[in-house]
């Protein structure tokens, strides 16, 4: 087992990296020192596959356990859903020696999360995270929250788990758009953090699309330390985790225009690190070389390119509502070459509008 610090002082915490850890989940609550109760939320799709081990190994370390249902998808990431995880929590009459386990993808774990950070004001939770994209980016940071209709994330807190308990094993149910999805985000490290990262999924990237074991527990392990750095320097977005944020920037704008339904978020994601590359090499911060190798590796890893049709005026709203938004323009992180970053303001919106070749 890989355990990897995020050293963040009374909030530091392990990220354990591992396969078949799944039944070693209550043991590192206990050790942990977590209340007696544990609540597992999870989803329509992971519960049938992993809640009976968690519970299982919940029961064996000596807490009780209740199992909290959502249903699947990123467009119940939103009140009605997170009202309805606070119903069962209060039905089962839950107190502050109660913890949360969130078991599943990334909409699970930021719902997961802010109803724990919310719930009697705060309880502790940890992230199971069972997809690739939770798994190297939102179940690491304490980023928690729901979507509202007009934008991605706008509920939401930073509110750090005690713990992260990854098994890689969970990959080998996971549908194939989903895992190629994750695969974003693991692009996106390399693109903006470590070039030698980058060259890797390069060279592996038909390794990475068949699961080989190796390479992917490399890549995991090499996101998650990554994503660990930033957060352990800029722990509540103040300046450079604003880095993460590469390709989401236009990434959420998509999801927001199509109703979260017509793309999954890495996908959405990787139509966003393509424009941010173009807005880049425009800028004249990276070559057309380098907009080749993003370009040619998020195409080689069976992810989308190309921004969906709508209009000029509705992909300003769009972006204007981002979180990274103010006063009419916005922060915008862009690859510096491979491998490093700028983040620039834009306070026209018109530049990335015309780049992107938007609304002709």
Not at 52 to 78: C, M, Q, S, W
Not at 328 to 338: A, H, M, P
């Amino acid at each position: 087992m890989e355990t990897l610090r995020v050293s963040l002082g009374k909030r530091s915490y392990d990220i354990h990296v591992a396969g078949g850890i799944l039944d070693g989940v209550g043991r590192i609550c206990r050790d942990l020192g977590l209340g007696r109760h544990a609540a597992v939320v999870t989803n329509t799709t992971v519960g049938p596959l992993y809640y009976d081990r968690i519970a299982t190994a919940l029961a064996a370390a000596g807490f009780t356990h209740y199992r909290i249902e959502v249903p699947d998808g990123e467009e119940y990431k939103n009140s009605a859903t997170l009202n309805g995880i606070y119903d069962e929590l209060i039905a089962a009459g839950l107190t502050r020696d109660a913890f949360i386990v969130a078991l599943g993808g990334g909409v699970v774990g930021d719902m997961a999360g802010f109803a724990a950070a919310t719930f009697l004001r705060g309880v502790p939770f940890v992230q199971v995270p069972t997809t690739l994209l939770a798994q190297v980016d939102s179940s690491v940071g304490g980023k928690t929250g729901i979507n509202h209709p007009r934008g991605k994330n706008l509920i939401g807190a930073f509110y750090q788990p005690r713990g992260v308990v990854i098994d890689v094993e969970t990959l080998a149910t996971l549908p194939e758009r989903e895992y190629l999805g994750g695969m974003a985000e693991v692009v996106k490290y390399g693109a903006v953090l470590d070039p030698e990262f980058f060259s890797f999924l390069e060279s592996n990237a038909t390794r990475l699309l068949a699961r080989e074991r190796d390479p992917l527990v490399r890549v995991i392990g090499r996101s998650v330390a990554l994503k660990a750095m930033v957060v352990e320097k800029d722990e509540c977005e103040a300046g450079l985790r604003a880095v993460l944020n590469y390709g989401h920037t236009l990434g959420h704008a998509v999801e927001t225009l199509t109703g979260y339904t017509r793309f999954l978020h890495g996908e959405a994601v990787a139509i966003g690190m393509v424009q941010a590359a173009r807005v880049a090499e425009a800028r004249g911060l990276a070559t057309t070389a380098d907009t080749r190798r993003i370009v040619s590796l998020i195409r080689a890893l069976g992810l989308p390119t190309e921004l969906p049709e709508f209009s000029a005026a509705e992909y300003r709203e769009a972006l204007l509502r981002d979180k990274k938004s103010r006063d009419g323009g916005l922060d915008f992180v862009l690859n510096r070459g491979v491998g490093d970053h700028a983040i620039v303001r834009l306070s026209d919106l018109s530049e990335v509008l015309e780049i992107c070749s938007i609304g002709r």
